[in-house]
């Protein structure tokens, strides 16, 4: 995590493919940079706040105008291997990068020819951290994985000494910003000062309170007076200059509430968890935070929306289930004990979160309390759920699963394998779309009996996704060969609706029931209008590595997810 040295509320981090800069306190206030192929390991603003430099796992660093709309990249240039740590000098003109390469652990550079400005030497293991002191004259100093802080000055930087006090690996490595000390931390759970000019020894910080765990992560205050810590143990600790412990902020007891980043932004203190949730506390205290921001740090596999609420829904394949206010972004998350497998589809029913998951089971979660239940077992994988009121209908591996009021009261077996399923408006029709042969099998559903009523041919792909229109006259579906369909009934009112180029993943009306949206594994989102078939929103690359579900929150506004860990809104134009 990084933060904004022109825009003081901003900070910038990674996730999946991409680069997010965002407001810490509006969480709307949000762009993201995709133009990484693989995933990013980490980004940071240039002190002038113009430039990005971002790296990926395959050893590519982008540098990028970050100012203008159209992102120009100003420098593009393959690096040592995979880059763990950045950091620009304070005029913005040289860039150092350190990580695990096959010949050598970092390199320093030009940010906009690429050219080396000195060598990073004397490690043996990969390097966790770099940093470059923000006033002349110059020092670099790099942490590793041989327990080694290693001190160059320049330009062009040389190696010049090494320290080795820590008996663990230095994970991160810190100036202040006056340039009079830098601050080493480990899985040693210490962290020692050094001279901000010469590089030698000056102290450690108390052992009177320590670290129960690694530190992960040092930051400084403006003023260079105090910095923060934060550490496997779930805590955050504030320590003045001299490493003289002030204040400590306990997280939860589970290991994703282990603290891996923090970041002293302005007045903020910013920290990181291992689960991706972001806490700000006022830089006086720690007694409570602030603001707390949840997220996905792992695909979304789901999204459903509650429009009594005005909230949006979200799982990942961890289990991990989200609430988002729709008007302000902030969020909530769930208590209880969460599926043991990764979410499947989630829905809103009749006041509360349905969940299905490849654990076998289901939950139906009131929203009011966001306690999640005990799991409804149902003895078959689950890959599609939709109801009304109290009725829920699940298509399984090898049956239908309708359940009312919370009880299953009917397991209907079938032949072929379903792949997704849809209940109409009035309860009385469920659509069963079939992985097998290419099927969608259409039912009479009366006190819980499901009886077949006809079967729709039209598919040249396995059946993918269905949804019947909130007026009850459509069906639409997508499949697996990219096609999407509308019908009426058995008649098809739609034909040559294959602007996606691969598998339709997500199929959703809007409340008037006048368009569909779709998303697709070729990380399109498109919204349709059965009325005009050849006019269509096409919104490409709306989420590099495919999307996950798309929905309408009202007649103008799409929310879609995805692999890129990312839910993201978009407002049509018709």
């Known amino acids: 995590i990084g ?22 306190y509006n969480p709307l206030d949000t762009w993201i940079y995709q133009e990484h192929k693989y995933e990013t390991t980490c980004a940071k603003i240039a002190p002038s706040g113009f430039y990005v430099a971002s790296a990926d796992k395959s050893a590519r660093v982008l540098i990028w105008d970050c100012v203008g709309d159209d992102k120009v990249i100003k420098l593009d240039k393959q690096s040592i291997g995979i880059i763990s740590d950045i950091s620009w000098t304070e005029d913005s003109k040289r860039v150092a990068v350190c990580g695990a390469g096959r010949e050598k652990m970092g390199e320093c550079f030009l940010f906009d020819s690429g050219a080396s400005v000195g060598e990073i030497t004397g490690h043996s293991q990969p390097i966790c951290s770099i940093d470059v002191k923000q006033n002349r004259p110059y020092r670099l100093a790099t ?18 000494s090494s320290v080795t006090q820590h008996s663990r690996y230095v994970n991160c490595v810190r100036f202040s910003p006056d340039g009079a000390k830098l601050v080493s931390v480990g899985s040693d759970k210490k962290g020692f000062f050094y001279d901000g000019k010469e590089g030698k020894p000056i102290g450690e910080l108390s052992a009177a309170s320590p670290h129960g765990g690694s530190i992960f992560s040092v930051s400084w205050s403006p003023d260079s007076k105090r910095l923060a810590t934060a550490s496997g143990d779930k805590t955050i600790k504030i320590w003045d200059a001299d490493g003289n412990h002030m204040s400590t902020y306990s997280f939860g007891n589970d290991v994703s509430s282990q603290q891996v980043c923090v970041l002293w932004q302005n007045n903020d203190i910013v920290s990181v968890s291992l689960q991706g949730t972001i806490t700000v506390f006022d830089d006086r205290a720690l007694e409570q935070p602030k603001r707390v921001q949840h997220g996905h740090n792992k695909l979304i596999t789901s999204v459903a929306y509650d429009p009594a609420g005005n909230k949006l829904y979200t799982s990942d394949n961890s289990a991990y289930l989200i609430e988002w206010d729709a008007s302000t972004g902030l969020t909530q998350t769930f208590v209880g004990t969460t599926h043991t497998s990764g979410v499947g589809q989630l829905k809103v029913i009749g006041g509360h979160l349905v969940s299905i998951s490849i654990d076998d089971t289901v939950k139906i979660t009131p929203l009011h309390s966001r306690e999640l239940p005990e799991g409804i077992p149902l003895s ?6 939709d109801g009304k009121e109290t009725l829920i209908v699940i298509s399984a591996h090898d049956s239908i699963i309708v359940l009312e009021d919370k009880n299953i009261v009917n397991k209907h077996a079938v032949k072929y394998e379903p792949s997704c399923i849809a209940l109409s408006p009035d309860r009385t029709e469920v659509a069963v779309g079939s992985k097998s042969d290419k099927l969608i099998y259409v039912y009479s559903l009366d006190g819980g009996k499901l009886n077949e009523k006809y079967i729709i041919e039209e598919h040249n792909g396995n059946v993918t996704a269905l949804a019947y229109s909130p007026c009850g006259r459509f069906l639409a579906s997508g499949d697996s060969n990219r096609e999407v369909k509308v019908f009426e009934g058995q008649k098809s009112i739609v034909s040559g609706w294959v602007f996606h180029t691969s598998k339709i993943t997500s199929v959703a009306w809007s409340p008037d029931s006048s368009r569909v949206v779709t998303g697709s594994v070729d990380s399109a989102v498109i919204v349709w209008n059965p009325s005009e078939p050849n006019k269509l929103i096409h919104f490409k690359l709306a989420h590099t590595g495919g999307v996950r579900g798309a929905l309408f929150t009202n007649n103008n506004t799409v929310v879609s997810v995805g692999e890129d860990c990312c839910m993201k809104s978009w407002s049509l134009t018709y």
């Open 143 to 160: 942490g590793g994985e041989d327990f080694k802080m290693n001190w160059f000055e320049g330009p062009p930087f040389k190696y010049k």
């Open 380 to 385: 078959s994988q689950p890959n599609g759920v």
């Open 3 to 24: 933060g904004d040295p022109k825009h003081k509320k901003r900070i910038i981090y990674t996730v999946g493919r991409a680069v997010v800069i965002r407001d810490l």
